[in-house]
Nanobody
Framework: VQLVESGGGLVQPGGSLRLSCDVSGLSFDDYAIAWFRQGAEKEREGVAVISSSDGTTEYADSVQGRFTISFDDTKTTVYLQMNSLNPEDTAVYYC?????????????????WGQGTQVTVAS
């Protein structure tokens, strides 16, 4: 089973990006998918999480109101829409799955990780 992220890149401050995470290989009935990020010389930080059972979400304070996590209609892809990006959002972004369908953002609760995608916000 793999999680595969895509959609990273270079964007100017104030711009937008949409990241995608292919979750089609997951076999749990109910689970949570979260996006994390890790900047240079920083700890991995939880950004957003979504429940597969009811679509409820939770966000880190640092991205609340700017980022949106969502499933596609078939629940094979999880998106992270990122708006109003600033240089502090620069990081490698990872998606991860939690077989417990809980809205939590502690990376130690998540067992399956993608390879990450780089997001750089710079002018």
């Amino acid at each position: 089973v793999q999680l595969v992220e895509s959609g990273g890149g270079l964007v100017q401050p104030g711009g937008s990006l949409r990241l995608s995470c292919d979750v089609s290989g997951l076999s749990f009935d109910d689970y949570a998918i979260a996006w994390f990020r890790q900047g240079a010389e920083k700890e991995r930080e939880g950004v957003a999480v979504i429940s597969s059972s009811d679509g409820t979400t939770e966000y880190a304070d640092s991205v609340q109101g700017r980022f949106t996590i969502s499933f596609d209609d078939t629940k094979t892809t999880v998106y992270l829409q990122m708006n109003s990006l600033n240089p502090e959002d620069t990081a490698v972004y990872y998606c991860s799955s939690d077989s417990a369908d809980l809205l939590r953002l502690d990376p130690t609760d998540f067992g399956l990780w993608g390879q990450g995608t780089q997001v750089t916000v710079a002018s």
